[in-house]
């Protein structure tokens, strides 16, 4: 496998000319602003005419241990024994499970062995979307990714996949053959508190009451002067949400409020008989659940990490503010100075927490994924 990264930034557009021509698979983060410009593309177009250019805005771009907001990161990838299809599907909300499946459908092959997902970041149930993908495709087959994002003003994202940059899509990319080999790891590093509280009406990834009161209420008055600045302050407090039907609590975190009904909605389903916390940030905390998702990822590889995926949630760049690159500089730590690191802040992270557990979509963790191949 070869990798090659190069940035974009306004002034002087791409950094740098490309060696490796016949790339297969170009990964493109950038803010929003950066991915919707058309000189963005026809460089990348330019450099790699025949690779698969899929990416998406983001709250942050990671290219090794930097972590940056304006511009872009480019990462292309060359593998030796490995095919590399790309597919789409649009979706809403409420067509999030069909969207996974419809991509599954798509990519399905006997030598599907990966599946990267590139998704919507606002207008999506991100649970929803992995259960489509898992419905319709084997046990064998893991899947990582991560949902879009635009800064921390959550007002539009978008998704490129061959072509210019579009709202309400999902990527896949699945890759092919048994030379590759795939590690991932997800965790987090929050803290919960105060009582633990029943959610008693909710639909989907809306939530409306707990313990039957206001959830939008409730949730502001814990905030206190926080709850001016919602959804965005939202994310320095996120759920830990515990059901029957999960081995251990996933994190949710709000995409939206609703003053109208009073409701919240989350990347992912809040079902009504669960029951949530609040949780807060523990900073180092934070860095060593980076760090130990980067052990699980790297240690399942068995052998030298070529190319390390980060996506980590916009909530705990907000956390970790000046501190943000120790994260990814752990990260590089474990997987060594040799791998290319590439990668991006989103609006969730879809992983399974360990390669034996099943794939979920998470919020407020370190999602990394290692790849290599065998010559045998």
């Known amino acids: 496998m070869r990798v090659e990264q190069i940035t974009w930034a306004a002034e002087g ?43 998406c805005s983001t709250a942050g771009q990671i290219h090794g241990t930097d972590v940056f907001d304006d511009g872009a990161i480019a990462t ?111 965790l987090g590093g929050w803290d919960s508190f105060g009582p633990e509280r029943q959610i008693t009406r909710s639909k989907g990834n809306v939530l409306y009451e707990l313990d039957g009161q206001s959830a939008l209420a409730l949730y502001k008055r814990y905030l206190g002067a926080h709850a001016a600045g919602l959804p965005a302050s939202g994310l320095l407090f996120p759920l830990s949400l515990r059901t029957r039907d999960v081995s251990a609590p996933v994190v949710r975190t709000i995409l939206s409020v609703n003053e109208d009904d009073q409701s919240l909605t989350f990347a992912g389903d809040v079902p009504a008989g669960g029951f949530v916390r609040l949780m807060k940030a523990n900073v180092d905390r934070l860095i060593d659940g980076a760090v130990g998702a980067g052990r699980i990822s790297a240690e399942a590889l068995g052998g030298p990490v070529d190319l390390a995926l980060l996506i980590s949630c916009v909530g705990r760049r907000m956390v970790l503010r000046q501190r943000v690159e120790e994260e990814v500089e752990g990260v590089r730590d474990i997987v060594g100075a040799g791998a290319a690191i590439t990668g991006f802040y989103s609006y969730g992270e879809i992983s399974p927490f360990t390669p034996q557990a099943r794939c979920e979509l998470h919020n407020q963790t370190m999602t990394v994924t290692t790849f290599s191949e065998t010559m045998t």
């Open 13 to 55: 557009g791409w950094q740098r000319d490309s060696a490796l021509t016949d790339a297969q698979l170009v990964l493109v983060f950038g803010e929003r602003a950066a991915i919707a410009g058309p000189g963005l593309l026809a460089g990348l177009s330019a450099r790699w005419p025949s690779a698969h250019l899929v990416g």
């Open 76 to 186: 292309a990838v060359r593998f030796d024994h490995t095919r590399v299809e790309v597919a789409t599907a649009p979706t809403a909300a409420a067509e999030s499970a069909a969207a996974g499946a419809a991509l599954a459908v798509s990519l399905a092959a006997p030598d599907l062995v990966h599946v990267i997902v590139i998704s919507e970041g606002l207008d999506i149930n991100g649970e929803a979307l992995v259960r489509g993908l898992g419905q319709h495709l084997p046990a064998s087959v893991s899947v990582t990714g991560g949902l879009s994002a635009d800064g921390e003003h959550f007002r539009e994202t978008v998704v490129l996949c061959d072509g210019a940059p579009r709202k309400n899509i999902v990527a896949a990319i699945g890759l092919y053959g048994e030379h590759l080999r795939v590690g991932y790891g997800s």
